[in-house]
């Protein structure tokens, strides 16, 4: 099969697919990183920390390793983002990745990999669900990309109104669904069509491509480059910028701009989630994903 | 109110919405100047050179001191572009401004505080009209930006088939509605999106972002820059190129290009006229209105 | 008439329409050339040359002198591209010119000059089937451009996923139909849209632009410059690189991002026949064909 044989031939490619490490011992949760809204059992995949004096909250995905875009995590994620839409005192989110080297892997594997088709549609769901309320939200929206960010990671990139980059050649972003046999969906495929024009979409998502920061920023991919520890520093500046516009207008404005392309997933939802559904339980893709998930195994031992 | 901390903040800005002086004594008419196709009580807003020889003609937009968007310039405006329409002998026109410093500074903000509705409906329909009448041109259609171009002076230049601006870095360029607290309308987004494209306008007009020229010429937001004494000259050797071209051929290639720009304004005019008068007599907007034209009068004095 | 005046002064103009040559003893047939699908009594204007081990077939146009796209040229085209087509060991094509110094001089104008409608109408249908089946092919396209490449050429280039052109100032591509007093057809438009993006296209189309390959790779009409005599090679070397992408996701990607466009000509077939026939066989037209043929026979003498 295609797939399988074109996984074997890339052991070295990060990517679209991640698997959660059931080890997560190695998050160092102080006080202060405590999110006050919740209290689950498990450690938070979210923290957030909300200035009252800017109105900008800062949203830092702490998912080890690799901060998988799991059903759980896109909850939280959701969540957490919807309560700081209602809050009126919150004008602005930065978001950005508390893992080292990596924003997100991208959707976590582990979710459609023998499961139920009801929790396959379930965790698609959550992926509309976390594209809807990022892309459609009212807030200036920064993503501080610290790390790669391919698949699922990029697409939550392209949901903000600007991206900054670390500018570390070894991190890159982008795409890469068709280098692993799977296809963007067509919300992906706007999405990027919105940010970079039809023609390199077309080229980037048939290749599956990957870029590095530099050549993000040649395609507009990504807005500006920074050194890796001044990312954050940097959105908080561009922030500040964005909020001197009044919000009314510039919320009016992006939703005027977004608007079609949002309302074309959310009248096609259902008949997405079950085209989904359909295509990631096939028998041939669900050998390939376990081919992926044995090879990153291999990988990590 | 958002809107007039912004106006506070924003002493120097240029901008979208001007006042039309009261005083009009240095228009300085020469009767060279005089229009023969009419004859007002007041000096002509619009002055136009036909050039029979070459089939161009030269509009220069000359109402002091900064040549705003009223209804009265609209519709004079509307009149001369609509008789050079007709004269087959006339095939292209070139657009500038006799007023120093500016090409246009955009709508006329007398023309929507403390009107009534009717009145604020008229002249909604009559920046319709020029945008109707200058984006479907069959003319050759070339804007010889020769000053500051915000807000409805960039939409005018926008219909353009072709911009060339003075290399002045104190210019600018640019749909800065939001910056004000207003939102360009869906059409004033359709044109910029023709221009430069759907992530460029996307960020220009959340931010309401006024362009110098040398970042208008590098998003595609003009097409040339040459020194200011130099800028009609240019506009004068180009459209001799695009007249090469067979009008029929060049017309319906035109036509084809916009055609699904202008149907959507046509069949929504009503509507949208509807949302802008419920929008401008509103009593927050009127006050920032007011607030702004007092900030005006201050700065001048 | 403005086109007759045009195509006057346009002497050293190369393109758009092409007059076959009516010899053909220039033809260099080597058994190594004869492709095995067919025999027809005229020397083949297509050879193909496919590679079992690589999965990729090398398509030379070779009807003398320039490649013209005439009803023969282009049912032949459209038969070999659905042989490649179904036969599942094919999964790339690369398309280049056996012809020196020309890609393809585009349409075919004896096809249209004194010509029945039922002739033109037959014609321009095949027209259409070789932009449809290239443009929705599930093979990986790529343009190997080495030589000039005007109108139907350029289009023929644009349906490939990748064009890769010969680095020679003398040569040019561009849709300049406009220059000879027609029009190009939506679908050419919405091509060149999808391509280079709307601002550019309204320009080029209008102008009628032929760009050298440098301006070409500047605004994205090709993707990449090479030394004349490396274009196929490079072709070869670039497909490989697409090839390492599983077919089916590549495939659903395509198809996804072109379906839009390909649809408005499949619902729309018909009356874009019968539009084209009712312009071309227009008194005028044919008249300014029956000019350019003219010119284009003194030129040669």
Known sequence: MALRAALRSRSGLTGLLSQRSSCSSDIRMSPLLVPQQRNYSTPPKIRVEFDQSTGVAV???????????????????CISVEKLEMDKSCRGLIITSAQPKVFSAGLDITEMYGKSPEHCGAFWRSVQEMWLKLYGSNMVT??????????????MAMTCDYRIMADNPRYNIGLNETQLGIVAPFWFMDTMKNTVGQRTTEMALQLGLLYKPADALKIGLVDQL??????IAAATQTISRWLAIPDHARQITKSMMRKKTIDKLTSNRESDIKYFVNFITKDSIQKSLGGYMEMLKKRRA
Chains 1, 2, 3 share one sequence.
């Open 226 to 231: 920074e050194p890796e520890d001044q990312v």
């Open 142 to 155: 920064i993503a501080a990309i610290n790390g790669s960010s391919p698949a699922g990671g990029c697409l």
């Open 59 to 77: 949203m830092h995905m702490q998912s080890p390793p690799v901060n998988s875009l799991s059903l759980d995590f896109l909850t939280e994620l």
